[in-house]
C-alpha cells in the first residue's frame, strides 16, 4: 500500500506523532501572542452588538471554526485521499451547496426530514445538500453523462441532534468517489473496496473491516421470512441500527413500533445475525428458503465474484459478509458496504471492538433515473470517506502523543538589530518573496531582536537573516540558522541563492 | 514575481496555452463515450421525478456545476493563491457556510438584502455567509485573538440578479488573506497590495491597476463639501458606482434620489474626478478645504507612508490613488484598494480600458469591537481575490487558444489483447497501485485492444503495460509508450521501477 511515500514524509511523520523530537531541538508550537491592541472604542457608525438584545458570540449550533492546527490535519489528510482517488483515475466535480428542494426529496428515506432548507425569500425554493451523491445523480441526467469516475471533496449539512462527542457536526466533509456507467459486474464495486482500503491502510488508522451485504439479498431475507413488501424499508432502517442496538431491541421495535409478527422478526433474526467470508456466501446459496429468491441469489451471485475480484486485489481478508448490514438511505439497489475501524482488544480470547464506521458506500441503480425525463438509468456504484470521524482521530493521537505541528510554512525571517532598518527589510523581504521564498517580518517600525528570534523558535522558523549597520556597510546579510545559532556573513547577491540552497537540502 | 517556476511548469503552461502542440503529438481530449446503457427502467420503490408535475432538472439560479475541465483550471488557480498566502505567513482557518443571522446583520450597507437567509425550521435563525471578512472578525472576537495572519478559501453566497455573461454568480469563490492585530502604521497594508500584485503577475493576466483610496479622505471630503453626516454612508454608495456610470449619472442619483443639493454634489464632482500617484497624495494636502479636515489629514498622511513602502516593494508604478474609490462594504474605517485588469487599447493615444476588478480589500479597524462583549478592537486588513472573474478569463483564453486539457493524471494503463484475461489485469493493476501509480483498466471482461488504446490516446495517458498469454508464458509484461508506440518486454519483477524510471523522467 502507498503510505508515508506519497505525502512529505517528514511532515506527516510529525503529523502523525511517529517521530520523537531529537534531543535539544525547538518544539514547534503556535503561539498567539497577545499583545497590546488599541482598546479604545473606534469612531464606526456601526453599532456595536453588545449594545443589543443579549446577542451571544457563537457559531450555529452543530457547526465550529477549523483552527489553523486543524486545517493542517486535515489538508494532509485530504491530500492523501485526493490522491488516491487521482490514482484511480477520478476527475474533479463541484456541485452547488444548495440544490432546488425537488431534487433532494424521496431520497433519503427516514432522514429526510434533516434536511436543511433554505427561506422562501421569492424565486426557487432550494435546500443544502445532503450528501454529494444525489448532485452527482442530477449532475449525470441532466448533461447526460452516461459514464464518469469522478471524486468530489465538500461539505454536506444535517440537522441531526449533534453529539459532538460523538464526532457528528451538522456541518461536515464528505469525499466521494463514485464510478457511473454500464460495465461488466462487481468490477467497479471491487475498485471501490479497494479504494477504501488504500486509504485506511495509507492513514494508518489501526485494524480494520470492511462490511458487505446487497440490498438485494436484504430484501430476499425479507421476503422469504414473509415480511409485507410495504414495510421493507422500514424494516431495512430497523436492521441498519444492529450496529448500535442489539437484536433484542431491534426486534421489539420490528415487533412493536413498525407492527411486524414476532416469528416473523425471529426468523429474520436467524440470518441478520450472520457474518463470515466467502464460505458463507455459500452457505447461504443452500438455504433452503433463500434459495428460492430470485432477488437474493442474484445479490449473492454478484458478491461470489466480487470476493473472487478482492481475492486477486490482495484485499479479502479485510472483507467481512456481514447480513446486517443495511445502511439506511433509500436509493441503494445492490452490494452495500461499511468499513469499521477494530480496536485490539485488552484480552487475546476478546473479540476485536467496532469503534465505528469511517467510510461506507455502495450500488444505487436506479438514481440517475429519477432524474432522466424518460427514466434512463446509468448504474453507478461509489464510495463516501467520512473524514470527520478521521479527523477527529489523528487529532486525539497527536494530543496523546503531544505532539505539535507548524501552522506556517515560512522559511526565513528578516530581522535586525538596530533601530531605524524597516526600510532595509522591506527591501529585503520584497526580493525574498519574488524568489518565491516564504519569508515574514515583525510589523514594527524598532522591534528587538530577541523577540524577533524568540518568533522563530516558537514558530519553527529554520533560518533567519539579519541587517544592520554593519552588514549595511560592508554589503553582506548574515545568515543565522535558528537550531544550531550559527551565523555566517554572506553578500547580498548570493543570498537568494544561498538561502535555496539551505532549504532544498534541509 | 515567482511565476511558473512554482507549479508544475508545463502543465501551467499548456492550461495557459503557452505551449503549442508539438508536430503529431496527440491532442488531448476527455471524452465521455456514450456507451451502451441499460435503459430498461429498474425496479426500485423509488418515484422518478417524470412522473411528478413539471419537475425541471437543473441548478439553482445563479449557480452551476464545475465540470472536470473547469476543476483542472480552478485547481492550478488556487494552489497559486493559496501558495502566495503561504509564502506571507498566513495560517489556514475554515468557518461554517452558515452563521446566525444577527452575525451578518448591518455588516454590509445597502447589500443587506442579498444575504440568503435559512428557513426557521426550529431553533437558530441562520444566514449563508455572504463574505469571509465577518465570519473571521467573529472569529477572533469569539476566540478572543488578538494578532492572526490567515487565509480562507471558500464559498460565499449572495442573492444578486445573475448576470453571469459578467462572470456574476450567486455562489461563488472568494480567497482571503487578512493580517489582524495592532502594528505600527502601513506595514501590513503595503504587505496587502504587494499579494495583489504577486497573484496578478503570477497568474499572467496581463497588465493591471490597483487603485488605492482611504474611507477617511472620502468622509474627509463629503464634510467639507457639506454633505449632511447621516448621508454619508447613502453618499459613499454613489461614489462607489462611478466605475461603471459616468459622474453625470452619479451626480444625478446624489441630487435625484438622494436629496443631495446641487452644489454640493458639484464639490464633490471636483475631488472625487481625480486620480494619480504620490504626487496627488502631496497636492491634496495643500488642497485648502481638505486640509482642514483632521480625518482627511489623517488618511492623507497614512497614504503618503502607505506610498513610500510601496515603492521599496518596487510596486509603486502599479497603484493609482483614486479618490472615487468607495467600496461597497460598511466595515471600512481606512485605507481602501481594488485591483482591476486593463486592456491594451486598439491605438496608443487612448487609456488602456478597464475590464473589470479583479481582487479588492481594505482596512476594518471596527469590525471586530462589534462583536465583542466589551466592544475591544482588533485593527484588522486585507485582501479578497475574486478568482470567479480569474476562472473565467483563463477558461476564456484557453477557449481562444483552442487547447485541452487532461482531467484524469492516469500514468498507465492496464490493456490486454485476448480474451478471459481479467483476473491477470486485475492483478497487475493491485500491483500498480500498491505501488503509488496511477493506473486504470477497462471494467470489461473482454474489451477490445483497439478499444484501450484508443481510450489512452484520448486521456493523453503515456504508457500502456499490456498483458496476454504470450507474455504470461514468458513471465513478462508488454510496456508500450503511447506516443511513439514503441513496445518492450519487461519481468514482471522489474516492471514498477522501469515504470517509476520512465515517469520520473518524463
Redesign the interface.
Known amino acids: ?2 503510505q508515508l ?2 505525502l512529505h514524509g517528514r511532515a506527516w511523520a510529525v503529523l502523525f506523532g511517529q517521530l520523537r523530537r531529537p534531543p535539544g531541538a525547538v518544539c514547534i508550537r ?1 503561539v ?11 469612531a ?7 449594545e ?1 438584545s443579549n ?1 451571544i ?5 452543530g ?6 492546527q ?3 490535519v ?2 494532509k489528510i485530504l491530500d492523501m485521499v485526493v490522491s488516491c482517488f ?15 428542494k ?2 433532494l426529496t ?2 433519503y428515506g427516514e432522514d429526510s426530514g434533516l434536511i ?6 421569492g ?2 425554493l ?1 435546500s ?1 445538500r445532503y450528501d454529494l451523491t444525489v448532485p452527482f445523480a ?2 449525470l ?8 469516475k ?1 471524486y468530489h471533496v465538500g ?1 454536506v ?1 444535517r ?1 441531526e441532534s449533534p453529539t459532538i462527542a460523538q464526532g457528528r457536526y451538522r ?1 461536515f466533509c464528505q469525499c466521494d468517489f463514485d ?1 457511473a ?4 459486474p462487481m ?2 464495486d ?2 471501490c473496496l ?1 479504494i477504501m482500503c ?1 486509504i485506511l491502510s495509507g492513514l494508518q488508522l489501526g485494524d480494520f473491516l470492511i462490511k458487505v451485504n446487497d440490498r438485494r439479498i436484504l430484501d430476499g431475507i425479507f421476503a422469504v421470512c414473509g415480511v409485507p413488501e410495504s414495510k ?2 422500514a424494516i431495512c432502517s430497523s436492521v441498519d441500527k444492529l450496529d448500535k442496538m442489539s437484536w433484542k431491541d431491534v426486534r421489539h421495535e420490528m415487533v412493536a413500533k413498525k407492527g411486524l409478527a414476532a416469528e416473523i422478526a425471529d426468523r429474520i433474526g436467524d440470518y441478520v445475525q450472520c457474518h463470515g467470508g466467502v464460505s458463507l456466501v455459500k452457505q447461504m446459496f443452500q438455504d433452503p428458503r433463500l434459495s428460492q429468491n430470485k432477488q437474493a441469489l442474484e445479490g449473492l451471485g454478484d458478491l461470489k465474484l466480487l470476493f473472487e ?1 478482492l481475492t ?3 484485499i479479502a481478508e479485510k472483507i467481512s459478509f456481514d447480513l446486517s448490514l443495511a445502511r439506511g438511505l ?2 441503494y ?1 445492490g452490494v452495500i458496504y461499511e468499513a469499521v475501524l477494530l480496536q485490539t482488544p485488552a484480552h487475546a480470547e476478546e473479540e476485536p471492538l467496532n469503534v465505528g464506521s469511517v467510510a461506507a458506500g455502495g450500488r444505487y ?3 440517475v ?11 453507478c456504484v461509489g464510495l463516501s470517506i467520512g473524514v470527520e470521524r478521521i479527523f477527529s482521530i489523528v487529532e486525539q493521537r497527536m494530543k496523546t502523543f503531544g505532539e505539535k505541528i507548524r ?4 522559511q526565513v525571517f528578516v530581522a535586525t538589530p538596530q533601530k531605524n532598518f ?2 532595509e527589510r ?2 529585503l523581504i ?1 526580493e525574498l ?8 517580518l515583525m ?3 524598532n522591534p528587538k531582536l530577541l523577540t524577533q528570534l524568540h518568533y522563530c523558535e516558537n514558530m519553527g522558523i529554520p533560518l533567519v537573516v539579519i541587517i544592520g549597520e554593519q552588514e549595511l556597510k560592508e554589503g553582506v546579510i548574515k545568515l543565522r540558522s535558528v537550531a544550531s545559532r550559527e551565523e555566517v556573513a554572506i553578500t547580498r547577491e548570493n543570498l537568494v541563492a544561498e538561502i535555496q540552497k539551505r532549504l532544498s537540502e534541509s
Chains 1, 2 share one sequence.
Request: without cysteine.
Open positions: 500500500m502507498p511515500g506519497l503556535a498567539h501572542s497577545h499583545s497590546q491592541v488599541a482598546e479604545a472604542a473606534l464606526t457608525q456601526l453599532k456595536p452588538h453588545q443589543k446577542f458570540i457563537k457559531t450555529p449550533k457547526t465550529r471554526d477549523l483552527s489553523p486543524q486545517m493542517v486535515r489538508e487521482k490514482r484511480h483515475g477520478a476527475k474533479g466535480l463541484d456541485t452547488p451547496a444548495f440544490e432546488l425537488e431534487t424521496e431520497k436543511y432548507d433554505l427561506k422562501d425569500q424565486g426557487e432550494l443544502l442530477r449532475y441526467a441532466m448533461n447526460k453523462v452516461k459514464k464518469m469522478r461539505k449539512w440537522r456541518e464510478i456507467g454500464q460495465f461488466d468490477i467497479p471491487a475498485e479497494k488504500e421493507f424499508h475480484y486477486l486485489f490482495g433509500d436509493y439497489t441503480d436506479g438514481l433515473g429519477m432524474f432522466d425525463p424518460k427514466g434512463h438509468n446509468v448504474p501552522t506556517t510554512e515560512t524597516l526600510q522591506l527591501k520584497a518573496w519574488d524568489a518565491g521564498i516564504k519569508a515574514e510589523y514594527k517600525n
